[in-house]
């Protein structure tokens, strides 16, 4: 990301979140914004595409502390007008701060020519500490994708296929810019070193060379693909591992996933936030899966073998006799599957089932038990009826 992109775009109001929002409003936002405008979610929409790289972009700095320091820090200060050409700021020394860039403006000095070109904190290193900031090597940015899987998907583990749009190095010219045939000529200006120096007084200053931008080579005969830039934005394909027994709103990081590196340095990683679709059986809490499983009347009074499924099969639960409704028996291992190896449980909750129709002979086989058994036992609810009204009529009369 160039500094010129840092100093124009209001990344508060892309997310659509005031400056004074905190890490977890930005990521709730960014999290809305991205499945709506998710390229699966919109085929075909360029616009929508565009939104989400926007949204995607003001999220990678955002949302981390330090590049949303400086960045804040950038806009506040050519925002109130410092540095901005024509001002005469002094410096140490006694020159104009804005002869630093020539009298251009500060903004678009040293900007990005190439692909991956160094930010506005590159400039200010290079220029106050004398080294190549632009030239070294940087870590490719993080990139952040959302999947949705099945239930069982999650509860087992799955593979996934994922098409990622980012920046990456055009394989027609190997990222040098130059066309097929031709090579980046060294520039005559800084002889290759992608710096220039200026005395002013008594100090010297480094600073990115204007004719090269601080890469150190000129492009005479630019890429076609790429229109000597060096970079274009590519669909990468991949297959993600989801681990087993992964949670509706986890996230996952796959190290080196993530967009690729400049110069040589390391590529950033890959977030995968997991939506996981419902089950029309099973549930879960924790590791330990849920299966409600209804049983007549008769079956809780005199016990029955029950058949229950599994996400592996069936297996057979004893329901004792006696088994009131509500009562959870358990099937253990057969849950989720931990990062141990272990499994958790399914959870069987009994609820007896009241008919709603009898036919004649049921009818008459329950009133011949309901004699032989009798009411259930209400004694202790008619004592504390009786006592509760004594008690009260002692406290009127008192």
Avoid at 57 to 68: F, M, P, Q, T
Avoid at 144 to 157: C, H, I, K, N, P
Avoid at 182 to 203: A, H, I, M, Y
Avoid at 339 to 349: E, F
Wanted: contains cysteine.
């Amino acid at each position: 990301m160039s500094s010129k992109d840092w100093l124009e775009k209001d990344f508060y109001q892309v997310l659509g979140v005031p400056k004074s929002a905190s890490t977890s409003d930005i990521k709730k936002a960014y999290r809305k914004l991205a499945r709506e405008l998710h390229p699966d979610h919109n085929p075909g929409d360029a616009q929508a595409e565009t939104r989400f790289k926007e949204v995607s972009e003001a999220y990678h700095v955002l949302s981390d502390e330090g590049k949303r320091k400086e960045y804040d820090e950038m806009r506040s200060l050519f925002g109130s007008g410092a540095f901005r050409r024509g001002a005469r700021q002094s410096a140490p020394g006694g020159f104009d701060v804005s002869d630093l860039f020539g009298g251009a403006d500060p903004r678009t000095a040293g900007g990005d020519r190439r692909f991956g070109g160094g930010s506005f904190s590159d400039l200010f290193s290079s220029i106050f500490s004398g080294g190549a900031g632009q030239r070294r090597p940087t870590r490719g940015r993080d990139v952040e994708t959302e999947v949705t899987l099945d239930f069982s998907d999650a509860v087992r583990g799955t593979t996934l296929p994922l098409s990622l749009r980012a920046p990456g190095v055009c394989d027609t010219c190997g990222g040098d810019g130059a066309k097929a045939g031709t090579q980046p000529r060294t520039c005559t200006q800084c002889l290759g070193t992608g710096l220039v120096t200026r005395n002013q007084g008594s100090f010297s200053f480094s600073e990115p060379c204007r004719e090269c931008q601080g890469v150190g080579t000129v492009v005479t005969e630019k890429c076609p693909e790429c229109k000597g830039t060096g970079g274009v934005t590519k669909t990468r394909r991949l297959n993600v591992r989801i681990p087993a027994g992964v949670a509706d709103g986890q996230r996952i990081r796959l190290a080196g996933r993530g967009e690729p590196g400049v110069r040589g340095g390391p590529a950033g990683d890959l977030y995968v936030h997991v939506r996981v679709r419902s089950d029309v059986l099973f549930g879960r809490t924790g590791d330990h899966l849920t299966l409600t499983v209804p049983i007549t009347f008769a079956e809780a009074v005199q016990g029955v073998d029950l058949r229950v499924p599994t996400l592996d099969g069936q297996v057979t639960l004893r329901v004792p006799a006696g088994t009131p409704s509500g009562r959870t028996l358990r099937a253990r291992g057969k849950g989720v599957t931990r990062r141990d190896g272990t499994s958790g449980d399914l959870l069987v909750t009994v609820e007896i089932v009241v008919p709603t129709e009898l036919s004649k002979d049921a009818r008459v086989a329950l009133e011949s038990f309901a004699e032989a058994t009798g009411p259930a036992p209400r004694e202790n609810l008619e004592r504390s009826t009786t006592r509760q009204h004594t008690t009260g009529k002692g406290a009127t009369s008192g």
